[in-house]
C-alpha cells in the first residue's frame, strides 16, 4: 500500500507510516511486500488457535448468514451454545451466569458495576469502592482506568478519573491497611489480575499473595473480581490464571482468548450468589447495543471448541515451559535483561538499562518500544509495555499452535531485537 495511503489510517498522526498487513496465516502476519512477521505477541495477547483458520472462517460466515443483528436481550442458538461450551468445559462450577461484550474494557467496565449493583441490592448502599493494585491495567475505558494504575495509559486523564484507592502491588498487608484506611464498609470490591500483564510485562506473584488477598477480601465481604482479559483461556498453560493460585473469585472478566481474534468477544461470569440478589432487587446491567453479537458467540464456541479438541491449553504450558528455558539460556545474562517471567504462553522480560546498578532506561528513550520495532525489521512482533516500576517490558504471547523451531526463531530474533536498539542507543549517544 503506498504509504501516503497508510498514513491516513492512525486518527493521531505520526510520523511513521504504519505497518501494512495483507493477510495472516498460523503464526504469521504478511506484510504488503509480501515479507513475513512471526506473530509472538498473538498480537495484543489475543491469538491462540493461529491465525487464518478454515474452520472458524466458517463457522462465522454461517453465523452471518442466518442472523445479523438481535437485541442483547433475546436468546439465540448461538448465544446459548456459547453459555453452555464455558459452564460445560471452562469455568469453575457454579459459574453460571455469563454476559458478553466486545472486548476487555467493557466486561471490566460491567464487572466494576456488577460488584456495586449486588451491595446495593443486599443494602449495603455505602459500598462502591473499588481497591486496585498500583501495578495494574484494567482497560482504556474511563472505569478501567479509574480502577487500575497503568500511568502511560492514564496520562493527562486524571482529573477524569475516580481515585478508586490502590493497594501496593505485591503486599496483602498493605491491602488490608487500605481496606482499614478506606473503611471495609465503602468498598465494593478488589480487583486484580492474577499476572500482571500490560502494566507489568507478565510479573507473576510469590506463593501466598492470592490466597492473603482471598483472605482479607472474604474477611470484610469485600467481592474478588480476577481481570482475566490476557490470562483467561488457557493463555497461561490452565484455563484460568487464578487456577494456579488456589483462590475462588467471585467475578471473572475474560476477553482477548475467547475469540482467539477472530471477532471482538469479552465477557463477565459469575455466580447466582453475587447475581441473584441483583435480580430479587429488581435492579439490571445494562448492556452495549453489540454486546454478545452471534456472530461473536458462534466464532467463540468454536475458538473453545478447537482448543479442547487439539488440547492447547495444555500445549500453551509445555510450548511455555519451552520457551522461558531458551530465553533464561540465550537471555539470562544479558546485559540489558533484568528478570524473565511468567506462565505458560504468557512470558514478559523486563529490560533495564544497566544490570548492575538495576538503572532504568529514561523513560523519554521509549526503549521497549524501540526494540519492538527492531524486532518488526527482523520479521518478529512482540507487545512492548510498562507502567510505574516496570518502565520497559517485552510481553509473549504467541498463538498456542507454535512448536520448536517457532520458539527458536522467537528466541533469537527477540535477542538481536534488544541488541540493535541497545547498539542504535549507544551509537546515537556518542556521537
Ligand atoms: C488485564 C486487562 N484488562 C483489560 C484489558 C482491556 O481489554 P480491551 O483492550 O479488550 O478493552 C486488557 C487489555 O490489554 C488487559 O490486559
Redesign the pocket.
Known sequence: MDANRARRFPFVPSQSAPVVIDRTEGIWLIRDDGTRILDAGGG??VTNVGHGRADVVAVGAEALGTIDYVVPLWATENRVALIEELTDHWLPPGFDHAQFFC????S?DAAVRLARMHHLALGRTDRWKIVGRDVS????TLS?LSVGNHDRRRAGLNPMLHDHPKSEWLDPDALAKVIEQEDPNTIAAFIG?PIN??SGAAMVPPDGYWTAVEEVCRAHDILLIV?E??TGFGRTGTNWGFEHFGISPDII?G??GLSGGYVAM?GMYSTAAIVEPVAAAGLDLMYFTFSGADLGCAVSTKVLQIMREEKLVERAASMGALLRRRFEEELGDHPNVADIRGLGLMQGIELIADRDTGTPFPRSIEFAQQVASAGIERGLWLYPCGSGPVEDGLLFGPPFTIDEGDVEMIVDLTKASIDAAASSLASRSTT
Not at 472486548?103 to 467493557?106: A, P, V, Y
Not at 491495567?137 to 482504556?140: D, I, M, W
Open positions: 495484543a495477547i472486548g476487555g474494557s467493557e471490566v491495567y484494567h482497560g482504556s478501567g489480575e500483564g500490560a481481570d482479559v490476557m472478566v476477553g482477548k469479552g
